[in-house]
């Protein structure tokens, strides 16, 4: 198959390369539509596809955008995939998604890969932070980066996050509310800070009621299936809590598996509640009460916001509100 270039453009219709170029870039203003159209339609009869790469070299634009998760299996972290990449593609940008298993040292890898493959910006969502390296980096090499759920990196650029304080209250005051007392926690990895913020307005509601948590009621589930799975099932065997937190829905999902090999009925004799919201919430049985965040639409304004940001617009973080979606795995006492 033959490939036309820009060259062939102009001489099949007549125009200087730099009128051909200014009808590619929607730049005809000065032009007759009589010339901009003649143009557009030896495009299309030529099939000419731009060399993407030699434009960005002019423009100094690839209209590429990297993406990095922690781990793309978790639906929380598809779902924002979805949102962004959705977004970019409706603000005429592809989307480079990178996983990185928020391990700091592959972290740094891709954002030296993304910076070299001369994306115009970068979406960072982790478990918690940027490295003091990656954040210097970033800022020395002026590339544009917004940040996506990281509690603890919202001085240093623009980003889109939920009120995790907030989120931990309503499932707190959710429980209290049907009656129980004998409560348990499970968190998300020590020193996280989405997960530290969901423990404090947890405890915030139990302590307007008055109600006292045991230290050994706050239970380490990893923010992963399989490690909330064996956590549940050692605590469960010798605890009689009546209802459980657990700071994500996948989380919550260990627990029902628990719960479900040692005979213990959800909700009749313990209530769960999960965080996030995520698309498979609805097939389990019974039903997951969670506290959502609308992790699609947090995708779709973090690439509003870099597209603001590399266009030199002015930008402000936003603050999501989570709410509480009662669904049947939570009961009266």
Do not use: W
């Amino acid at each position: 198959m033959t490939k036309y270039t820009i060259k062939d453009i102009a001489r099949e219709t007549g125009y200087s390369i730099s009128t051909v170029s200014r009808v590619l870039n929607n730049k005809s203003e000065g032009m007759t539509n009589e010339t901009r159209q003649k143009i557009l339609q030896t495009v299309a009869k030529l099939n000419y596809q731009p060399n993407q790469f030699a434009r960005g070299l002019i423009t100094k634009k690839s209209n590429v955008l990297g993406l990095m998760v922690p781990n793309i299996l978790n639906p929380y972290f598809a779902q924002i995939c979805r949102g962004a990449e959705d977004e970019a593609a409706r603000q005429g940008y592809s989307l480079i998604i990178c996983n990185s298993d928020d391990n700091p040292e592959k972290e740094k890898r891709y954002i030296r890969l993304l910076k070299e493959r001369q994306v115009d910006g970068m979406l960072l969502a982790s478990m918690n932070r940027l490295s003091a390296e990656n954040e210097f980096y970033l800022t020395d090499s002026q590339i544009p980066f917004v940040l996506v759920d990281r509690g603890n990196d919202q001085n240093i650029a623009p980003g889109v996050s939920i009120d995790n304080l907030q989120g931990g209250y309503l499932a707190g005051n959710h429980l209290l509310e049907l009656g129980h007392r004998n409560i348990a926690c499970m968190t998300g990895p020590s020193g996280i800070s989405n997960s530290e913020k969901r423990l404090q307005g947890f405890l915030m509601a139990m302590k307007e009621k008055g109600v006292q948590i045991p230290f050994h009621h706050i239970i380490d589930g990893n923010y992963d299936m399989d490690s909330a799975y064996s956590e549940a099932k050692r605590f469960l065997q010798t605890s009689d809590v009546t209802a459980i937190f657990t700071h994500n829905d996948l989380m919550a999902c260990g627990v029902y598996e628990a719960a479900n090999e040692l005979g213990i009925a959800i909700p009749d004799q313990l209530s769960v509640i999960g965080f996030d919201d995520i698309p498979f919430c609805n097939v389990l049985s019974p039903k997951l009460t969670t506290i959502r965040q609308d992790t699609y639409k947090m995708g779709q304004e973090s690439v509003n916001l870099l597209v603001k940001q590399i266009e030199k617009e002015p930008t402000e973080s936003l603050f999501c509100e989570p709410t509480l979606v009662i669904r049947s795995s939570t009961a009266n006492i």
